[in-house]
């Protein structure tokens, strides 16, 4: 397999985008052709299956008032899916609002990812062995907050790295360039990956920055910026994977720049795509559909069919009822246990309303 060549892209940005897979799922660039196996293969497309169902699902839910929040994810799953197959679980996510399918994958139960949804305390508590922090809100924080773990794992000696994801419109946001250029001058083991859907909400790219491509903004901070198809699981697996090998290595961040397009609105919470992007550019993105792509390269291969693609859909269907399930029967969250979460050391003020909540509820 030919290697990026990271330090030459240091210095010159990348303008022509990695591809292996085309959108009829032929293979167009043998060199950077990943070093999966059938079985790992298989385990992806059903990673990025996954994705899709729990985004379908995760709506009509959420249309039914039994879920809150949620931002969709379907035309992703390449780049979201195939660049966190490349990480280990010893690996520290630390992800935006849309990024709750990566984080479901790096070991948080789905039942808790509908409680953050929810807004439930419950939906917070992670089990200590999982590295990776709640999604993030606030655009581009999550930078800012990646550059501090990947030091921090640095420091420890660790030979893990900390990995991030926001869409093309966290790049124009502060946090994004002052964590990239913090974690390029300490050389922090980072990886910070950019989704760019081309619109921040209805904001379209061409309006947030006038650079030709995204990820030469990685040049500003002496870092390497790759720009991928992210509608092609294999040439976002292979970025991420030789981008982590990098880093690990002691040789600093990466920027990764995903071309990708989310099919549905910015979030359930009143956007309307329709409104500011036109027929015609869905179903020309629609056309490079990552789960099209992938399934016609493992049919062809001889290691998928309809019957298992059937059998598997069940599956999930069935694994997101026992998640609903176990969300809807917690019990109800109480004014007093909220106000109990607000601090560390809570304020007379806040002590006041916990006294006038627990006399109210009983407790």
Same mark, same amino acid.
Request: proline fraction near 5%.
């Given at each position: 397999?030919?290697?990026?060549?990271?330090?030459?892209?240091?210095?010159?940005?990348?303008?022509?985008?990695?591809?292996?897979?085309?959108?009829?799922?032929?293979?167009?660039?043998?060199?950077?052709?990943?070093?999966?196996?059938?079985?790992?293969?298989?385990?992806?497309?059903?990673?990025?299956?996954?994705?899709?169902?729990?985004?379908?699902?995760?709506?009509?839910?959420?249309?039914?008032?039994?879920?809150?929040?949620?931002?969709?994810?379907?035309?992703?799953?390449?780049?979201?899916?195939?660049?966190?197959?490349?990480?280990?679980?010893?690996?520290?996510?630390?992800?935006?609002?849309?990024?709750?399918?990566?984080?479901?994958?790096?070991?948080?139960?789905?039942?808790?990812?509908?409680?953050?949804?929810?807004?439930?305390?419950?939906?917070? *508590?992670?089990? @200590?062995?999982?590295?990776?922090?709640?999604?993030?809100?606030?655009?581009? %924080?999550?930078? &800012?907050? #990646? !550059?501090?773990?990947?030091?921090?794992?640095?420091?420890?000696?660790?030979?893990?790295?900390?990995?991030?994801?926001?869409?093309?419109?966290?790049?124009?946001?502060?946090?994004?360039?002052?964590?990239?250029?913090?974690?390029?001058?300490?050389?922090?083991?980072?990886?910070?990956?950019?989704?760019?859907?081309?619109?921040?909400?209805?904001?379209?790219?061409?309006?947030?920055?006038?650079?030709?491509?995204?990820?030469? *903004?990685?040049? @500003?901070?002496?870092?390497?910026?790759?720009?991928?198809?992210?509608?092609? %699981?294999?040439? &976002?697996? #292979? !970025?991420?994977?030789?981008?982590?090998?990098?880093?690990?290595?002691?040789?600093?961040?990466?920027?990764?720049?995903?071309?990708?397009?989310?099919?549905?609105?910015?979030?359930?919470?009143?956007?309307?795509?329709?409104?500011?992007?036109?027929?015609?550019?869905?179903?020309?993105?629609?056309?490079?559909?990552?789960?099209?792509?992938?399934?016609?390269?493992?049919?062809?291969?001889?290691?998928?069919?309809?019957?298992?693609?059937?059998?598997?859909?069940?599956?999930?269907?069935?694994?997101?009822?026992?998640?609903?399930?176990?969300?809807?029967?917690?019990?109800?969250?109480?004014?007093?246990?909220?106000?109990?979460?607000?601090?560390?050391?809570?304020?007379?003020?806040?002590?006041?309303?916990?006294?006038?909540?627990?006399?109210?509820?009983?407790?």
């Amino acid at each position: 397999m030919v290697q990026l060549d990271f330090e030459k892209l240091k210095h010159t940005p990348q303008y022509q985008t990695l591809q292996v897979l085309n959108e009829n799922g032929e293979v167009v660039n043998q060199d950077m052709m990943s070093d999966l196996t059938d079985d790992q293969l298989v385990d992806l497309f059903k990673q990025m299956i996954w994705s899709r169902i729990v985004d379908d699902r995760t709506t009509k839910l959420n249309r039914q008032g039994r879920l809150g929040f949620f931002a969709p994810t379907a035309g992703e799953e390449a780049s979201q899916m195939a660049s966190n197959y490349a990480m280990t679980k010893d690996d520290y996510l630390l992800g935006g609002y849309r990024d709750v399918p990566e984080l479901v994958k790096h070991g948080l139960p789905l039942a808790k990812a509908f409680m953050w949804s929810k807004g439930m305390v419950n939906g917070n *508590k992670y089990e @200590a062995d999982l590295n990776a922090m709640p999604p993030q809100i606030i655009i581009g %924080a999550q930078y &800012v907050q #990646t !550059a501090g773990v990947a030091l921090g794992l640095k420091k420890k000696g660790s030979k893990a790295f900390a990995y991030t994801y926001t869409g093309d419109g966290g790049t124009s946001q502060g946090d994004f360039y002052e964590g990239m250029n913090f974690a390029g001058a300490f050389k922090a083991p980072a990886l910070f990956i950019v989704q760019n859907n081309l619109y921040a909400i209805s904001v379209p790219r061409e309006l947030q920055t006038a650079a030709p491509v995204l990820a030469q *903004k990685a040049v @500003a901070v002496g870092i390497p910026g790759v720009v991928v198809d992210g509608m092609d %699981a294999l040439a &976002v697996y #292979t !970025a991420a994977k030789q981008a982590r090998d990098y880093i690990v290595a002691g040789n600093g961040p990466v920027m990764l720049e995903t071309l990708t397009y989310r099919y549905g609105p910015h979030t359930l919470s009143g956007d309307d795509p329709k409104r500011y992007r036109t027929k015609e550019e869905e179903d020309a993105w629609h056309a490079k559909d990552p789960l099209t792509r992938m399934r016609k390269f493992l049919t062809a291969k001889g290691i998928w069919s309809e019957e298992q693609e059937t059998a598997y859909e069940k599956e999930v269907e069935a694994e997101i009822d026992d998640a609903i399930h176990e969300v809807e029967s917690q019990p109800a969250e109480s004014v007093t246990e909220y106000l109990k979460n607000e601090f560390v050391e809570t304020p007379p003020a806040i002590q006041k309303q916990i006294d006038e909540y627990t006399a109210k509820e009983g407790k």
